[in-house]
């Protein structure tokens, strides 16, 4: 069983950082979105490309939220695992992704996330955030 690390308060603090993060970008909130991380923290994606420090990911946003086509999104992230050093952690999850359009909902992927996270002046924020897709 895998050691579980960090203060309860960090670990409530990173769990609402993976949900934050996919109700922002479900709901288009992309400044909150973008909130998520550090202001020199990275996105990877292998659809979309390598987004590093905000001003990238405001293009990243723009690109985004585009590509929805007059739809919408879902991300279900699961299985949601982290460890704790100091003021670092690394995390991983699973992603269900869904495409949204005219009330229904479409599977669209599968796949997950690695992460980086750094606490700085008292809030986690993802440094790097690295999308991977099954198959």
């Not at 308060?9 to 973008?34: C, K, P, S």
């Amino acid at each position: 069983m895998p050691k579980i690390t960090g203060t309860f308060e960090d670990r409530e603090q990173i769990r609402e950082l993976y949900a934050h993060y996919a109700n922002t970008v479900d709901a288009g909130q992309f400044e909150a979105w973008m909130d998520c991380f550090t202001p020199d923290g990275v996105f990877e994606s292998p659809l979309m490309g390598r987004f590093a420090g905000r001003e990238e990911l405001q293009k990243f946003t723009q690109q985004y939220h585009h590509s929805w086509a007059g739809g919408g999104v879902r991300h279900m992230m699961v299985n949601v695992s982290f460890e704790i050093t100091g003021d670092t952690a690394t995390g991983t999850c699973g992603l269900i992704y869904f495409k949204v359009h005219d009330g229904k909902s479409d599977y669209l992927l599968t796949g997950g996330y690695r992460d980086r996270l750094r606490k700085e002046h008292g809030e986690w924020r993802y440094t790097h955030r690295q999308v991977y897709i099954d198959g």
